[in-house]
């Protein structure tokens, strides 16, 4: 089975620090994706990448970059954290290809005192 | 815009009352609708995807189904282990990558 490992299950951090959170992958897979859970409104899409050193911006990219070096490495990165970024981060995997299913992280639950 | 909602926002059901979940979206063409299921504190869990109008998948209890306009889970006799939420994705046709929307998801509840 493909397992999506993130990092950290909570973390508790200050408005202004610098935040990494980190996703590995062990299938091969070309695509990651980091998405943010709010009570509500679903899972918004943060940033994507579909090989080494891409990226795309999706719904809500503003106040996050991200950081693809290896295949199966995806880091999230919040240059300097606010309260409004208080929220369940998942990351997911998948083939290049379309339709096809996501598998996910067991995500970080993130607050920002 | 391309939106994705779902509905009842919660469900609470006696062990073995089936029902059915909601999901109904709205995208300039459809390239796939999928659903997972999400149990607390861990990441979603694929399920099902559906392609096109009239496709039915079943899998133990669930069953899924496709209109142009809406899919439906249908859960058949549930149990307390069918617990979870369970969010409705869509793929549009027009995106520049590996795109997908979701809902925000039902919170079924089994009662024993």
């Known amino acids: 089975d493909v397992k999506v490992t993130q990092s950290s299950r909570y973390l508790v951090k200050r408005t202004g620090e610098k935040v990494f959170l980190e996703c590995v992958q062990d299938?091969?897979?070309?695509?990651m994706f980091w998405y943010r859970q709010d009570p509500g409104l679903g899972l918004r899409l943060i940033y994507f990448s579909y090989d080494v050193k891409m990226k795309e911006k999706g719904d809500i990219p503003e106040g996050y970059s991200v950081s693809r070096e290896k295949k199966e490495r995806f880091s999230l990165i919040l240059e300097s954290a606010s309260t409004n970024q208080t929220s369940m981060y998942l990351c997911?995997?998948?083939?290049?290809?379309?339709?096809?299913?996501?598998?996910f992280g067991s995500g970080t639950q993130l607050s920002v005192l | 815009e391309d939106q994705v909602t779902q509905s009842p926002e919660a469900l609470r059901l006696q062990e073995g009352e089936s029902s059915s979940l909601n999901c109904s979206y709205t995208?300039?063409?459809?390239?796939?609708l999928f659903w997972y299921r999400q149990d607390p504190g861990k990441g979603p869990e694929f399920l099902f995807t559906?392609?096109?109008a009239g496709e039915e998948k079943e899998k133990e209890r669930l069953k899924a189904t496709l209109t142009k306009k809406e899919s439906f889970l249908h859960i058949t006799a549930p149990k307390p282990e069918d617990s979870a939420t369970y969010l409705c994705?869509?793929?549009?046709?027009?995106?520049?990558?590996?795109?997908?929307?979701f809902g925000p998801g039902t919170s079924l509840s089994v009662i024993p």
């Open positions: 559906l392609y096109s």
């Open positions: 299938m091969d897979h070309e695509n």
């Open positions: 994705a869509v793929q549009p046709l027009k995106t520049s990558y590996d795109k997908v929307i």
């Open positions: 995208v300039s063409g459809l390239r796939g």
């Open positions: 997911a995997s998948s083939l290049r290809a379309t339709n096809e299913k996501l598998f």
